[in-house]
């Protein structure tokens, strides 16, 4: 809701020790486990109130005489909706284009992520935070952004004098990205396939309205499955496995994952295993199919090998 940097700086400030408790409690919880956190990637349409029920409400209020302090927040509400909204939100104002945008919100994830860090370590839990920046497609902007995660982790540790061991990676979302994996691997020490949005994007299939058509191309024959469901391996899949060949030539130790729905699908986790990845990330209720179906292929490419 903020109009200029001071306004969301005082937002951020509010934000900050709900974040900061937030981490500290997850990093409590995995005792010594890694900790990935993506920073701030919302799609603004998801968060904000739909203009026509604000529209509704304004003329409500205006119908039954209501207070001109609520009027006038309304409206203020409206024409703040009214500014944000975009046409296309999911390709819109959202992941490191955010914080690029407003880096001071890079700034308070940051601050939050490494004071929790230390609250955590002081309470005798091995920390290892990684933090992942996401929607990245260009160098450049992934640069912009570690270079905020750096100096704001020097800082707090400086003050706090205390060591924490950190990793900063980004999520291969942007087909962009995956072409250029050998120079954004210069820089992160990770890499995240977010396999949601780098289906929509490579396909051109919008996760939300994909399922007026999809039925009908399987139903054709012109596609045999959900790409959304079952990852789409001639595309998609090639992309990945190009990122992660680019990626490996410039820094061998590159750790490499998957985060989308297709984490917990049986088939995908196959083939994610083939490529070698290190771990795959899905729903919750997902994962005991997962860790099940990430055995099936170490246990099929061991039977493979011993033949």
Request: aromatic share 8%; hydrophobic share 45%; charged share 30%.
């Amino acid at each position: 809701m903020a109009s200029n940097r001071e306004e969301r700086k005082r937002a951020l400030d509010k934000l900050l020790p709900f974040q900061k408790a937030d981490f500290k409690g997850i990093f409590l919880a995995m005792k010594g486990n890694p900790v990935t956190i993506r920073t701030l990637d919302p799609p603004l349409h998801e968060f904000l109130p739909k203009r026509e029920v604000l529209m509704a409400e304004l003329a409500e209020l205006k119908a039954k005489g209501a207070d001109a302090i609520k009027i006038a927040e309304k409206e203020r509400l409206l024409k703040r909706v009214e500014e944000l909204a975009e046409f296309n939100p999911m390709l819109g104002h959202r992941g490191c284009r955010l914080g690029i945008t407003f880096p001071e919100i890079t700034t308070m994830q940051a601050k939050a992520i490494f004071e929790a860090a230390v609250e955590a370590s002081k309470e005798g839990i091995e920390v290892h935070p990684e933090i992942m920046i996401p929607l990245v497609g260009f160098p450049a902007e992934f640069i912009h952004q570690k270079e905020i995660v750096v100096r704001v982790a020097n800082e707090v540790l400086a003050k706090s004098k205390h060591k924490i061991k950190y990793l900063i990676g980004t999520m291969i979302e942007v087909p962009r990205a995956a072409w250029a994996a050998d120079k954004i691997a210069q820089e992160a020490e990770f890499f995240s396939f977010g396999t949601n949005d780098l289906t929509q994007l490579t396909l051109g299939f919008s996760r939300d309205d994909a399922g007026k058509f999809l039925k009908d191309y399987q139903e054709k024959g012109i596609l045999p499955k959900d790409p959304f469901v079952h990852l789409e391996k001639e595309g998609v899949g090639a992309a990945i496995r190009m990122a992660i060949e680019k990626g490996k030539k410039n820094r061998k130790d590159l750790k490499v994952g998957i985060c989308g729905e297709h984490g917990g699908d049986p088939e995908s986790i196959a083939f994610f295993h083939e490529l070698g990845l290190d771990y795959v990330s899905c729903s919750p209720y997902r994962v005991p199919i997962a860790r099940l179906a990430a055995a099936h292929a170490v246990l099929g490419q061991a039977t493979t090998a011993s033949k």
